[in-house]
């Protein structure tokens, strides 16, 4: 059996039904696999469930070695992912590690590759930054060595992802190509990737507007592929640049969806990066206590994994809501703990904003020396970043002022701001920082300066509201944009649904015809009419919906109808006969007018008949039992529900309805038929009385005539010896001869009275006496066997040769004594019958298995074999081939009444003359 091939990283969702239907049709460890694999975010514990069903299943599989555990491998891979989603970072890094040494083993490029990125994601996770870029350039080294090229696109834009928040300029640079490319001619999972990516890096540098719809562009395809944890990351960084265009409702609707999905999926860590960023629009709402407190939580939460980002980022903000709150310690303390984080990290922008925010706490503190320095060292890695660099050199002209008192040298580091602002096409200064130089020209003396600084500023604040306005403006729009996009994609995908429902509902249809057509070979297979109300009754329930079921069948005289079967609530009933002109039945309405009811109860006129003691039934379907134009009786199925039976019930119910009647129909002929042979058999037996008794006539006749002829002639020699007696004239010698022949004739007396009590014990047998025998649990092997010894000393000196071909794990509860007394007679009749003329004779004593309660046990020789009209006579009492050679024909007609009474089986003989002969068994586990 061949392996599947190495998967795809995710599966589009149609691609997903698929797989999903194909498994349906049938179990398959290979398909189990692959599904495993693609629903290790979607539905985490489903694949958990699948991998270990598979790494358990996969020694059986019948697939090459490698394969096994290239996918064995794989699955660990799957558990791995789900423990590192629940934070459980051992178990995770122990399964990774065994999957990693696994697929290297094979040499199995792809899956190293997805093992490397997997470990990157584990780094991630502990803010281990340096092995984040480790790992997936291990993984995209893999990729290119296995030469699948949609993998390596899709970890080149992850690992573009990763340098983005190392260095953003940098990155811009490194991975133009990749963020010019259009999404639209990439695979669904990769255009994912790639779009988060360059929505990232417009969010990162503040393009507000073209992050969003990149990001929900990549959010939409990561739902469709299964990517949940990008998903949810994409939901936060969506609220993240809505709240940096002011649109503070909007940025709250997209941080509650990421949320939601992380609670659904049960992974705190992606739900603590929703909490985070849903901490901080508060803060920009001004609602600090509550996002005090998320970040908080956020940050409990976060405690086995305090190196991580999302953990950074939820003290950053819990830092900027402090000194918000004027509590300027705590926010220096946050901020301290910020930059340790972000040195392990190697993180530029978070070095960067803790180094601002301490500067500012420290300058707030009046501790200027350190505020100047903090600052300082943040704009030595602010290079590229043009909002940063004006902040900072802002704070530096207030430490500058606040530390000197001397505002021409403030005034150094505000003019540099400006200039530097007004360097950037389209860059508007915060007129904060006008109204700041304005202030220090005006300490400095310089009004004319400073009237014109605050002038300017004046008009940059009403710029800015009015810019604000617009943003707010463009963001609905982008909101309202997004949102149609959305009702568009919401009615495409209910217009699928749409066409999977009809689609669903004709397959349905389809298995329904399918299953009647078994339905209907099982029942009209079934010549018994238990058996067959026994299957019909089976399949109703699995076919509609039934709380109360009944058939009805018209008697011989056709005036009547006999309840054949009834359940309702799970228990049998049976009703009195209802004849058939009963104006209140509406089982015999159905009959006299020979079509369907299907009736509801709320349609039915107040004075409705109902049969004491049953329940309302609310919905009723009845159906005559037609063959031809015959119509033999009527079904009805009920239920309590509504509604209860649509087009596809009814649909069953009249197939059902159809094969009831035939299998019924053929039930009653069989039945006739049986009756008959039963009548014809009871004349034969009564024809073959006298034949019987002429054979145990004959076969006594010889041991009882040899008894009564010597009898006689002792008595004749009785009376002379007595006469002798009387007349004196006895020598020694008469006696000694009369002795001597009475001791002769009375050996021959008892050797043919012997003869005949053995024979009227065969006699005996015929019937067979249940009283008299031991039931118990036995072995079959060890009874076999034991005939076998029985039987060795005879079949030696016969020449012949036993074997035994009996598995030993097969079990019965029965009677040992008469399977080991049929399997004598059998072997014994080979013996007398077989062999006749013919050498190296054998005999095979075999069994095995049928089904799970039943079992064949044979006898089969290769022997000179019988005719067919031997073998129809062969069970027959006293039917024997060797009358008056010692055969009694008693012994096949005393196997016959063991199999078919006591051990409640079967026995059949199959033969060709001069091919042997097998006698066959076939007995119940379980004797009755």
Known sequence: ????????????????????????????????????WALRQSAGARAQGLAEQVEQGVAASGWPLPAQAAWRARMRLVRAEQALQAMDFEAARTLLDEALGGLQAQ???????????????????LGEVQRVHDQLGLAIACARRAGDGERLLFLQAVLGRADAFRDLSTARQTWAALLGLDIEGLSPVVAAAVADLRGLVAGMAAEFSPAIAAMTRAFELSLQTGQLRRAIALASNLGRAYWGMSEFQAAMEWLTRGLTLAREAGWPASMALCMAQAGETLRRLGRRDEARAQLQDCLRMLGAQPASRTAALALKYLAHTEQDDGRTEPALQAFDALMQRAVHADANDLKIDAQLGRARALLALGRHAEARSAAEAALQL????????????????????????????????????????????????????????????????????????????????????????????????????????????????????????????????HEVLLHLSEVGRELTAELETDRVLAVLERHVHALIEVDSMAVYLLDEGGTQLYCAFGMEDGQTFVDPPIALDDARSYSARCVREGRELILRMSELPRE??????????????????????????????????????????????????????????????????????????AQEKLAALGSMVAGVAHELNTPIGNSLL???????????????????????SDWQRFADQHVQGLEVIERSMDAAAALVRSFKQVAVDRSAEQRRAFALAQVCEQCAQTMGLALRRAGLRLSLQVPAELRMDGYPGEVGQVLLILINNAMAHAFEGRENGQIELGAQALSPDRLALWVADNGQGMSAALQERIFEPFFTTKFGQGGSGLGLSICHNIVETLLGGRIRVSSEPGQGSRFTLELPLQAP
């Open 1 to 36: 059996m061949s392996a599947p091939a190495a998967p795809a990283l995710f599966l589009p969702a149609d691609e997903l039904a698929r797989l999903e239907l194909a498994l349906q049709q049938g179990p398959s460890l290979a398909l189990q696999a692959q599904l495993a």
């Open 107 to 125: 040499q199995d490029e792809i899956g190293c590759a997805d093992a490397h990125h997997l470990a990157a994601s584990l780094a991630a996770d």
């Open 382 to 509: 602010a290079h590229g970043q043009l909002e940063t660099t004006v902040d900072l050199l802002w704070i530096l002209g207030e430490v500058t002022l606040a530390e000197t008192g001397a505002p021409q040298q403030a005034l150094r580091y505000y003019l540099e701001a400006l200039e530097r602002a007004a360097r950037v096409e389209a860059f508007v200064p915060p007129p904060e920082l006008l109204e700041a130089a304005a202030r220090a020209h005006a300490l400095a003396g310089a009004y004319q300066q400073a009237y014109e600084l605050a002038q300017r500023a004046g008009v940059l604040r009403q710029r800015r509201f009015g810019e604000e306005v617009g943003q707010r403006s463009l963001a609905l729009h982008t909101h309202h944009q997004i949102e149609r996009a959305r009702a568009e994609s919401e009615h495409l995908r209910q217009l699928a649904e749409s066409e999977a429902a009809r689609f669903q509902a004709l397959r349905g249809t």
């Open 608 to 681: 409705h008949y109902q049969v004491p003691g049953t329940s309302a039934m609310q919905a009723m379907m009845f159906a005559p039992l037609r063959v031809g134009e015959r119509v033999i009786g009527v079904i009805t199925v009920q239920s309590l529900h509504l509604p209860a039976y649509g087009e596809r019930e009814t649909l069953a119910f009249r197939s059902l309805s159809a094969y009831a009647a035939i299998a019924l129909d053929n039930a009653r002929a069989y039945r006739r038929l049986s009756d008959l042979q039963r009548h014809v058999m």
């Open 710 to 732: 010597l009898a006689s002639t002792l008595l004749g020699g009785a009376r002379e010896f007595n006469a002798r007696l009387a007349q004196g004239a006895l020598r020694r």
